[in-house]
């Protein structure tokens, strides 16, 4: 499967205590927060869906889950990798006091994968790898998902090509850092990611 992704995720806690069956949402914390990321924009809420209609929202489309301890983002803005894709990651990771914050950029036709990495709202961790273009950014220390692939790289194997597989990296990352498990796996507890309900805004 080719994924396209969007998403930061914020959680105050280890992910796989915190992402648990019985979440409930507060849409009231949703609007708030995406008011606060926009707070020039007009935004209008159109509805509720879940995390898998919304990993790659259109260009008008905001969609955030807010719950007790955990905040949901995604945004297209995060593709740019520009100044304003990392004031929307640093927004979302300083969201909820003392969270940690992965956010995660895939896309299925470039082949490409940015990750970040907040500690208590602190940017730690900052990669940026394609396919074809190999490491574009590489600051901070390796988180221990994405040591294993960087084994080839490390013995001395060019990085153009890339030698590993950008989605899977990602994907990795998300399962140990995000979530707790693989965002399309479901647990033994019944719980799926992919299932996380979402609150739908439309930039005006």
Do not use: N
């Not at 509805?47 to 905001?62: Q, R």
């Not at 961790?125 to 273009?133: M, N």
């Amino acid at each position: 499967m080719a994924w396209s992704v969007a998403l930061a995720c914020a959680s105050a806690g280890a992910p796989a205590e915190v992402f648990r069956p019985g979440l409930v949402p507060d849409p009231a914390a949703a609007a708030a927060f995406a008011r606060r990321l926009y707070p020039a924009g007009g935004l209008a809420e159109t509805g509720d869906t879940v995390l898998d209609f919304a990993l790659w929202p259109y260009d008008d489309e905001l969609f955030v889950g807010a719950f007790d301890r955990a905040l949901l983002l995604s945004d297209r803005r995060l593709f740019c990798l520009d100044d304003d894709a990392r004031r929307i990651a640093d927004t979302a990771a300083a969201a909820l006091p003392g969270a940690d914050c992965g956010v995660l950029v895939l896309h299925a036709v470039i082949r490409g994968c940015w990750f970040r990495w907040y500690e208590a709202g602190t940017l730690r961790r900052d990669v940026f790898v394609t396919a074809d273009d190999g490491v574009v950014v590489d600051q901070g220390a390796r988180l221990p998902a994405e040591r294993p692939f960087w084994a080839a790289i490390d013995a001395g194997a060019p990085d153009v090509p890339l030698p590993f597989d950008p989605e899977a990296f990602g994907l990795a990352l998300a399962e140990t850092h995000m979530f707790g498990r693989g965002i399309a796996d479901r647990g033994d507890d019944g719980f799926l990611p992919l299932e996380l309900p979402m609150r739908r805004f439309k930039h005006a």
